[in-house]
């Protein structure tokens, strides 16, 4: 079963995975780039626990060694620090390529970096991919599509994106990224995914990526001013990790070669999502026997230079290739986020 399930997230955050046994026909040597983030630490639990021999390859630019710490050790699991711009040799059977920041804030820290990763880093991946006859999947992004002039934007809209303004090294990069994709399919038959990642979020997102949820969490946690930007009538979805999760391993095992977006389809301006924040902030408070509701303070803050306007996935393509659909509704993803917020602030780990 590789649905995703609460009992099995939580016995990872209690640190006492078991990773099942399977048979070697089926098992793959499974290499993840950007294993030590946010969505690649929540994508090799999932491996080990299908039991996967995983090798994670991350220079730990925004990654944390500790998402990972519950694998250290084990016989399956193997953790490299590398950069992904240099070349690798290794034997794989499968590569997840995530290694790229993806935060704003982070992305924007060092532009050319940024658009090198995205470019040697794939093409390097490919090169291995094509050595080894391994499947290759990119973390592509909703990013592709820029502010965008269709909603919800299905696969074949072409996009509406600046290749000069502060999100084009991450944009133009993970563009860039996809037409090495197709280029290594085409011209070498590489076995190749392209995942179109729209905003997810979950426990372990960096706390201080800029990003909106966790931004957003930890300021009501923290009893300060929630920061919107522009007047917060710009809109995402919401997507929960787990849920991205279950799209990632279905896109790689499926037999579909064109780009499909995994995301959400429930669409909130970001005001939205600030009182949503309020709310399951003050619940979970409350549950803990803490004091109780606040009111929602806001402090508005300049717009980002070519923030888009509004972004939601077409999800058609997903469900019809993958049978795939998002299960966790907002609130339930956000309960999730608070409490481990909740509970590293109360370690002081944050
Ligand atoms: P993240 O920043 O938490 O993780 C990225 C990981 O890549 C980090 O561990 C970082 O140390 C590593 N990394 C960065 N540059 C590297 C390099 N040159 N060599 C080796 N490792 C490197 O981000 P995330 O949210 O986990 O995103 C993972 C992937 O998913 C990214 O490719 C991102 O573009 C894509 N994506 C994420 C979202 C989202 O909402 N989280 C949305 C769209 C696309
Ligand atoms: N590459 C790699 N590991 C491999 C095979 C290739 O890192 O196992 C890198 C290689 O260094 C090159 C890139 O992938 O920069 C593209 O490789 P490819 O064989 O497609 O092109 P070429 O080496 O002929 O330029
Ligand atoms: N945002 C905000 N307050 C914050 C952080 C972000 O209002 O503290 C807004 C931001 O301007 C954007 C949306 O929330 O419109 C999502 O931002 P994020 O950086 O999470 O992702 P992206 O812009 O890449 O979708």
Redesign the pocket.
């Known amino acids: 079963d590789e649905s995703l399930g609460v009992v099995r997230h939580t016995r990872i955050e209690r640190g006492l995975p078991t990773t099942r046994m399977m048979p070697d026909v089926k098992r793959k040597r499974v290499l993840v780039t950007g294993g030590a983030g946010f969505v690649g630490s929540h994508l090799v639990d999932r491996l080990m626990l299908m039991g996967h021999d995983v090798i994670v390859l991350d220079s730990f630019l925004t990654g944390n060694k500790s998402s990972l710490s519950q694998w250290v050790g084990h016989p399956s699991f193997e953790l490299l620090r590398h950069d992904v711009v240099e070349?690798?040799?290794i034997e794989v059977d499968q590569i997840f390529h995530l290694a790229c920041p993806a935060s704003p804030r982070h992305y924007q820290a060092n532009q050319i970096k940024t658009i090198k990763t995205c470019f040697q880093g794939t093409?390097?991946m490919?090169?291995?991919a094509?050595?080894?006859k391994a499947r290759f999947l990119l973390a592509s992004t909703s990013e592709v599509y820029g502010d965008p002039a269709v909603t919800p934007q299905p696969e074949t809209y072409a996009g509406n994106v600046s290749c000069t303004g502060p999100r084009a090294c991450y944009d133009e990069g993970k563009r860039v990224a996809e037409t090495l994709t197709y280029g290594y399919l085409y011209q070498d038959g590489v076995d190749v995914r392209v995942a179109r990642i729209f905003n997810t979020y979950g426990p372990r997102m960096h706390p201080q990526d800029g990003r909106v949820v966790s931004n957003f969490v930890l300021q009501a946690l923290r009893g300060e001013p929630l920061t919107l930007y522009g007047d917060g009538s710009q809109t995402r979805s919401f997507c929960f990790v787990h849920d991205l999760i279950d799209g990632l391993i279905a896109l790689m095992n499926a037999d579909v070669h064109s780009p499909v977006n995994l995301g959400s389809h429930f669409e909130f301006s970001v005001k939205q999502l600030a009182e949503l924040v309020r709310d399951v902030v003050a619940r979970v408070r409350e549950e803990d026997g803490d004091e109780g509701r606040q009111r929602l303070k806001v402090i508005y803050e300049a717009l980002p230079t070519h923030d888009p306007r509004q972004r939601r996935p077409d999800t058609r393509r997903a469900a019809a290739l993958l049978g795939w659909a998002p299960r966790w509704g907002l609130q339930q993803g956000l309960e999730e986020m608070v409490r481990y917020y909740k509970e590293r602030m109360r370690e002081g780990t944050i």
């Open positions: 070349p690798l040799l093409l390097n490919l090169g291995l094509k050595r080894t």
